[in-house]
């Protein structure tokens, strides 16, 4: 079956301009979740989903990310402005439930350079 | 405060011999589970292994096993046999409740695991 996919898997963005990130979750998964990566350092948590329903936003840096996953699939992480700081990779991640007990399948990221 | 600690930022192991990677947590939740993903230079995330906090087995999955000491929050990863595909950066993370509803998993720093001839 298929795993999670995000695309694009890279995106070069200059100072200012707006980008959008896509994820496509395990299908049938109820909780998806978005992290970002800087690098040499571990995920950080940005936003959570259940179903379409967005539980948890404490995570995002500022007002500039936003993200929607309108019909319970797809989700668009959408950061407007892009800053330098904002290089990172960005790691989509769904799992079947909302137990503490299931594995988060995580796709392949997408990689991020804003100059 | 951090909650997921790991003191090694590398590590070599000689291939087919066993490594353990530490990793240490804090919380003061009873309910909750750790988890070890491998992220090669590929850069996906590949889940390796779960240990619950009431389980009181330690976890195993082929290669790999759990150390799991609950007083000592500490939750190691050992590898058995390695081998020369196990390079990796190797993270730890703690899946916790929090008010709202879901959880979320909480990284470490990782460990990066280079395995010699």
């Known amino acids: 079956g298929a795993g999670v996919s995000q695309s694009p898997r890279y995106k070069v963005a200059k100072r200012g301009q707006d980008v959008a990130l896509r994820c496509d979750p395990i299908s049938g998964h109820v909780s998806l979740f978005w992290y970002q990566q800087a690098l040499g350092q571990g995920p950080e948590f940005l936003t959570y989903f259940q179903n379409e329903a967005q539980l948890d936003k404490s995570g995002l840096p500022s007002d500039r990310f936003f993200a929607e996953r309108p019909e319970g699939s797809v989700s668009t992480l959408k950061i407007q402005r892009t800053q330098q700081e904002d290089s990172a990779v960005y790691l989509c991640?769904?799992?079947?439930?909302?137990?503490?007990?299931?594995?988060?399948?995580f796709g392949p990221g997408t990689r991020l350079l804003v100059l | 405060a951090q909650k997921i600690t790991q003191t090694q930022p590398g590590m070599f192991v000689q291939e087919k011999e066993a490594v353990t990677l530490d990793c240490t947590y804090d919380t003061s939740d009873q309910s909750y589970g750790l988890f070890w993903y491998k992220q090669p230079s590929s850069g996906e995330m590949i889940f390796l292994i779960y240990q619950g906090s009431y389980d009181e087995q330690n976890a195993t999955e082929g290669r790999y096993s759990l150390n799991f000491q609950k007083a000592r929050k500490s939750a190691n990863l050992v590898i058995s046999a390695s081998q020369l595909g196990d390079s990796a950066m190797y993270f730890c993370a703690m899946r916790e409740p929090f008010t709202g509803g879901g959880n979320k998993l909480t990284f470490g720093t990782g460990t990066q695991l280079k395995v010699e001839l």
């Open positions: 991640a769904s799992s079947p439930g909302q137990s503490l007990w299931e594995t988060q399948y």
